[in-house]
């Protein structure tokens, strides 16, 4: 019987950085609901004075929040949510 050896590709201590593509959305209780899982905000692309686009860094949790927020079984915490979603507004505003 033949054993074969799988050598890591990624040998330890080595970090490889990805290109991991950020997320955007034009969606303000989608924004809010990333804002108040934690992912990070990368900025507001006020171009379109009509249609802003909220970016937040991609990722595992990003991409898991917008899956459960599509799939509609995310849940947050009411109080949380409404102050993120405020949050989002005032980027807006300013």
Not at 83 to 88: I, Q
């Amino acid at each position: 019987m033949d054993t074969i050896t799988k050598f890591p590709t990624n040998p330890q201590g080595l970090v490889i950085k990805l290109d991991i593509p950020n997320k955007t959305t034009k969606d303000l209780y989608l924004a809010a609901a990333m804002q108040c899982e934690g992912c990070r905000f990368l900025g507001l692309d006020k171009t379109d004075p009509k249609r802003m686009v909220f970016s937040y860094a991609g990722g595992e949790l990003a991409d898991r929040v917008e899956r459960e927020w599509y799939a509609d079984i995310l849940v947050v915490s009411a109080s949380r949510y409404a102050a993120c979603l405020r949050a989002a507004k005032s980027q807006i505003h300013n």
